[in-house]
């Protein structure tokens, strides 16, 4: 069993698709506080931070106790991740309302991004190191109209995902083409999940 430490239905439903049994548990991370330049090693920080909070709740609860008790969770993996889109150089993340939503759309349309996954696994014990990884997919867009590009804005998804898309959804109609990890530009990569397991069984 893992422990999903995120709110992405995305995320679920691709672990779901895998038959990856799982339980999920949101930890309310406080994104904006997390400053980093290096978007490779922000999404990293984000992931660890998620898991690192629903690591620690679960072990409290596990010992009826509060913080700084011995680790005594049933021994749950733990995984967290977070996803942004670069693009010439900035980071995108969701963006904050349809204006924005529109600009980065017009920018975007006919060229390429680059999306970056980070991940962080926690084992089920506290003492044990957690495992980092960011995964990079280059994305393609189409060369969208504005009449189009108008039209998705209008649906709303785009307000929901990094980047302003999702590729699972309405926004795969948005793609020309990928480079790379397929999952990993919905929210998490499974080969990279896989390798990360199998020592599990």
């Known amino acids: 069993m893992l422990l999903l430490a995120s709110a992405s239905p995305a995320r679920r439903r691709l ?11 949101v930890s309310g991370v406080d994104e904006e506080a997390i400053q980093e330049p ?5 999404v990293q920080r984000l992931a660890q931070a998620k898991a690192a909070v629903v690591a620690d709740l679960e072990r409290q609860e596990a010992a009826g106790q509060g913080p700084g008790v011995p680790d005594t969770a049933a021994g749950m993996p733990v995984l967290g991740c977070d996803s942004v889109l670069v693009f010439e150089g900035e980071v995108f993340g969701k963006p904050r309302d349809p204006d924005e939503a529109m600009a980065r759309w017009r920018r975007m349309a006919g060229s390429w991004g680059e999306l970056h996954t980070g991940h962080c696994l926690m ?8 495992l980092l990884a960011t995964v990079t ?3 393609q867009f189409a060369p969208l109209s504005p009449a ?9 998804e785009p307000l929901h995902c990094a980047g302003g898309f999702a590729l699972e959804r309405i ?25 990360w397991l199998q020592p599990l069984g």
């Open 15 to 25: 672990l779901e698709q895998a038959a990856i049994p799982h339980r999920v548990r």
């Open 38 to 42: 290096d978007p490779t090693r922000l």
């Open 123 to 130: 084992g089920p014990g506290a003492g044990q190191a957690a």
């Open 137 to 139: 997919t280059l994305v």
């Open 148 to 156: 189009e590009i108008a039209a998705y804005v209008a649906t709303g």
């Open 171 to 195: 926004g795969g109609l948005t793609v020309e083409r990928i480079e790379g990890c397929f999952s990993n530009v919905i929210g998490l990569s499974l080969p990279l999940l896989r390798r």
